[in-house]
């Protein structure tokens, strides 16, 4: 036979004696990395299982009474929304709406009096307050009313504050009356705030630029009882063309 031919049949028989393809190269992936495909779904479930643990606990530390939560605005707003302490403290008045009743002693006659007034009326989200008030003598012809608007220039809750003053008064003494346009300045120190303790100073002019001109000065202390009850005094001087007359207030005052 050819020697060719011979060599020929021996290759094919060995081709033929070769084993098949082994079974880790019919396999698509490896072992390894079905083991890494197992870890990371292992770490997928212990994440989301850590996340429905987590929600458990959350839940559970705000499982309050309803009848706490209702009767608490502060803890409802606290579970509704987590709030800005640092904005509520710079923004919310460091003051609080008043209801003022007390004695006035006129210095001209002299004589005894009284005095009441509603102080600091906030209007809406504003820096803008209202203030009111009316005093007169029971013996004589002493008597002051009027309205007042304040607009703060720094935030409510600073404790030093400044604020121009507009408004009306009458002023009525010794026979004479004052009225018209009331201007000027306010400089409030909060010592305590939430109307704990204060003390302002108040300037303004009645009819400024006319002849009956009459600058008011007001010097107030205030100071806290209980929560809703405080004790006030002022010390007033009015000064016009024709002379002075002081006055001097003590009352109380009942916080909004």
Same mark, same amino acid.
Do not use: A
């Given at each position: 036979m050819n020697p060719k /031919?011979?060599?020929l049949l021996q290759g094919l028989t060995l081709l033929l004696m070769l084993p098949p393809s082994p079974a880790w190269a019919n396999d698509p992936i490896s072992y390894s990395a079905k083991d890494l495909v197992k870890s990371e779904e292992r770490?997928? /479930? &212990? +994440? +989301?299982n850590l996340t429905q643990n987590l929600e458990l606990k959350t839940q559970n530390s705000i499982d309050l009474d309803p009848t706490l939560s209702k009767k608490s605005p502060v803890l409802q707003r606290w579970i509704n929304e987590i709030p800005d302490v640092a904005s509520d403290i710079k923004n919310d008045p460091s003051f609080r709406t008043r209801i003022r009743f007390g004695y006035s002693n006129f210095s001209s006659d002299p004589a005894a009096g009284f005095n009441l007034g509603v102080e600091e009326l906030r209007v809406d989200r504003t $820096?803008? @307050? %209202?203030s009111a008030n009316y005093q007169m003598a029971l013996k004589g012809d002493q008597q002051s009313w009027g309205t007042d608007l304040h607009y703060y220039l720094r935030p409510l809750g600073s404790y030093v504050n400044v604020a121009p003053v507009v408004g009306y008064r009458h002023l009525k003494n010794n026979g004479t &009356? @004052?009225?018209g346009l009331n201007l000027g300045f $306010?400089?409030? %120190?909060v010592l305590s705030r939430g109307g704990g303790s204060d003390i302002s100073l108040t300037q303004t002019w009645v009819a400024p630029g006319s002849d009956e001109e009459t600058g008011i000065s007001t010097l107030s202390f205030g100071y806290a009882l209980t929560h809703q009850i405080r004790l006030s005094t002022d010390l007033q $001087?009015?000064? @016009?063309k024709r002379g002075k007359d002081d006055r001097i207030g003590i009352g109380l005052e009942w916080m909004l």
């Open positions: /031919k011979i060599c770490g997928v /479930k &212990s +994440e +989301e $820096r803008l @307050t %209202l &009356s @004052t009225d $306010r400089l409030l %120190l $001087r009015q000064n @016009t």
